[in-house]
């Protein structure tokens, strides 16, 4: 198991220099000045000039791209061309709200997902597995921008249960911070259990077909001691490939969802930052999110070991 977790280190450090190679080469080659869009467009070149010599946008790319890759090694994230202040204050008070939102999306999503999937599986070729599946076709078909004004509009507006937008912060309370995010994260969490859903429920049905399990059901076994103990576990593969990629989703791709809701979350500041053409911010943001990628997929390959122990030997 070692040995195997020493390998996959060893891939995810090569993954994340090569992401931060292409993250910083492609952001370099759009066009536009920050120096001059700071400015603005009436500036002279004498005072376009000493900004970027200021922000050292003057020096090499090579020398930019270390200084870079080394700041953040070192926890300077460098600071923000449009609000002077350092990014790393910046993702830390965005990551408060992202986090805990991808977060609760998540486990609302795996709440749901799992049993469904299980339940359909269990009931093949019926009313009810129909049903189910119909359900999460509508719910992979739904955008979730669309879902979320429509839970706005039926818990925030008319009901009057939650509020429509906004965060309060922390520090006015957990309850009042988790009612901001609830809907939000069901926005998030429901397209995602569909998906889900239906990959446990094909998951199943692949190893329910398998001869170990049905040498359970001939020593007579019940049908749900089977499915539980036997079933479940080795089809769990597919499913963590699909949780895992499904948190990176969900804390990198907020941005629509942030918006609708006003939240001052991650994805809505990288978006604010490439409309106001703040590199640092675009560059460090989309490493970290990359960089999230990665480790997530990391701990599922690990969790594969743990799940199926022929992985270890590969």
């Known amino acids: 198991m070692l040995s195997y977790a020493l390998r996959r280190i060893v891939i995810v450090v090569i993954t994340l220099l090569a992401a931060s190679v292409v993250v910083f080469a492609v952001l370099e080659i759009v066009p536009g000045d920050p120096a001059r869009l700071m400015l603005g467009i009436n500036a002279t070149d004498d005072a376009v000039a000493a900004l970027r010599q200021q922000m050292g946008l003057d020096q090499p790319l090579v020398l930019r791209y270390f200084a870079w890759i080394g700041g953040m090694l070192s926890g300077d994230f460098g600071r923000s061309y449009t609000y002077s202040v350092p990014v790393i204050d910046l993702i830390r008070e965005r990551l408060v709200v992202s986090l805990p939102l991808a977060l609760m999306a998540l486990a609302l999503s795996t709440a749901i997902a799992i049993p469904v999937g ?40 008319a009901l009057r249960l939650v509020p429509a937008g906004g965060f309060p912060g922390w520090e006015a309370g957990i309850g009042k911070a988790l009612a901001a995010l609830i809907l939000p994260a069901i926005a998030l969490a429901l397209p995602q259990a569909a998906i889900l859903a239906r990959v446990t429920r094909s998951a199943l049905l692949d190893v329910l077909g398998e001869d170990y399990i049905r ?38 791709g ?25 590199l640092i911010v675009v560059e460090s943001v989309v490493v970290l999110l990359v960089a999230t990628v990665v480790i997530v997929n990391f701990l599922v390959d690990l969790a594969y070991a743990w799940a199926d122990p022929r992985l270890r030997r590969r």
Do not use: C
């Open 118 to 157: 299980v339940f359909s599986a269990a009931r093949r070729g019926t009313a009810a597995d129909t049903g189910v599946m119909a359900a999460t076709q509508l719910g992979i078909a739904i955008p979730n921008f669309w879902f979320a004004i429509l839970l706005v509009y039926v818990f925030a507006i």
């Open 215 to 252: 040498t359970a059901r001939a020593k007579g076994l019940p049908a749900r001691l089977v499915l539980r103990r036997h079933a479940l576990r080795n089809a769990l593969i597919p499913v963590l490939t699909i949780l895992g990629l499904q948190f990176a989703f969900l804390l990198a």
């Open 254 to 278: 907020t941005i629509i969802i942030e918006n609708v809701f006003y939240l001052p979350g991650l994805g809505r500041l990288g978006f604010q930052a490439i409309t106001q053409r703040d």
